[in-house]
């Protein structure tokens, strides 16, 4: 196995950590546990993980672990969207409190980005906060979620309106543990990956055009400088703006229109966030051009890369699924990323060159919708 592997640190001060990534980093003879013990220490951890990935990982991951003697503490989860609430967390608090947890204490997130996301939001209410450590288990996380601290719940009301921000003190990115996801998760990641390309790197886009099918297939190197790529320019960002008061809000790229897409359709298996973002994505460069802000020829290189490697560029068609612009809309409307009654988009000039905008009429976002929906 190739045991290349690579370091992006989180500079937050007091609170920065590193993200490490490489193939094989929890397998025998990797780096990755014993980074995690010196996190650790000795006192009491637990690792929040769900079913599917239980199956998959966690007996090598806990036999690494006991390796560089790190004893955790298994907490298993049902796997999937719908677990995001507040009775999973619950679950978690009310396991580690029955362990008698200390400050030093620790909880491991082995995962995807809903593993992460509910056990830092647990861990970041145990004693007022314990250590947190991320092991995405997914492209998406690996990327995106498990960076940066965000953590919270799905309510009725909308997608990740309870949490908090809460940074890790370390993210193993074991790239390794991507050889068992299927492909239509690989390809839901990618739409992240793309996301920084997008956002703020033409020449990484490039490079994606070019890499994508290596990228997709697993290929280590290509999957390690694809990985890095996107943690290097989170982290910047993170660094700059931890809360998003400005530009980590760039990172909503396609999120506006895809949360929307995520809350009508339930956040279960017929849309993955991955999806919804690339739907999203390709809308708000749509809306963009309709705008008078980006070239039409930019909007159509980003459907086509999409459409080459299979991830949506439309509204999917399911028996008795019904969309409709309007609700939406509504849908929209309640996102929490409004501010001050109005809805924040972010657009672009061209592709690597997007911004952060509330001046956008809501007539149009509806015009686009709607010629979405009609197509």
């Not at 990618?190 to 997008?198: I, Q, S, T």
Request: aromatic share 4%.
């Amino acid at each position: 196995m190739n045991r290349a592997e690579d370091t992006v640190r989180v500079e937050l001060g007091d609170r920065s950590y590193d993200i490490v990534i490489g193939a094989g980093l929890l397998a025998p003879g990797g780096s990755g546990a014993a980074r995690i013990g010196k996190i650790t220490g000795s006192g009491p951890a637990w690792i929040v993980t769900d079913a599917t990935v239980a199956d998959l990982h966690l007996r090598p991951v806990l036999s690494a672990l006991a390796a560089a003697d790190v004893d955790a503490t298994p907490v298993i989860l049902p796997a999937g969207e719908s677990s995001k609430t507040m009775a999973s967390v619950e679950r978690i608090v009310g396991t580690v409190l029955d362990g008698v947890p200390e400050r030093s204490s620790s909880i491991i997130a082995l995962g995807g980005g809903v593993v992460g996301d509910i056990a830092g939001f647990a861990a970041s209410m145990i004693l007022r906060g314990i250590g947190f450590i991320q092991v995405p288990s997914t492209l998406l996380a690996q990327i995106d979620s498990s960076v940066g601290g965000k953590t919270g719940i799905n309510t009725a009301h909308g997608k990740n309106l309870v949490g908090a921000f809460y940074q890790p003190r370390l993210v193993i990115a074991d790239t390794g543990l991507l050889d068992s996801l299927p492909r239509r998760e690989i390809l839901a990641g990618y739409a992240e990956v793309v996301k920084y390309a997008l956002l703020g790197d033409r020449g990484f886009f490039d490079w994606l055009e070019d890499n994508a099918v290596d990228v997709i297939a697993g290929d280590a190197d290509a999957l390690r400088q694809a990985v890095r790529t996107c943690c290097a320019a989170k982290a910047v960002i993170v660094g700059r703006d931890e809360r998003e008061a400005g530009a980590r809000a760039l990172l909503n790229l396609g999120h506006t229109f895809g949360h929307a897409l995520e809350t009508e359709t339930g956040y279960g298996s017929e849309l993955l966030h991955g999806e919804a973002v690339a739907i999203g994505m390709v809308m708000a460069f749509e809306l963009s051009s309709a705008l008078g802000l980006c070239a039409a020829g930019d909007v159509e290189r980003i459907r086509r890369h999409f459409a080459r490697v299979g991830l949506p560029v439309g509204l999917p068609s399911v028996p008795g699924r019904v969309w409709d612009p309007d609700t939406l809309l509504d849908h929209m409307r309640h996102d929490k990323k409004v501010r001050d009654g109005h809805m924040v988009f972010v657009l672009a000039r061209a592709i690597g060159e997007a911004f952060v905008t509330a001046d956008v009429d809501p007539a149009d976002v509806r015009t686009l919708l709607a010629r979405t929906v009609a197509a």
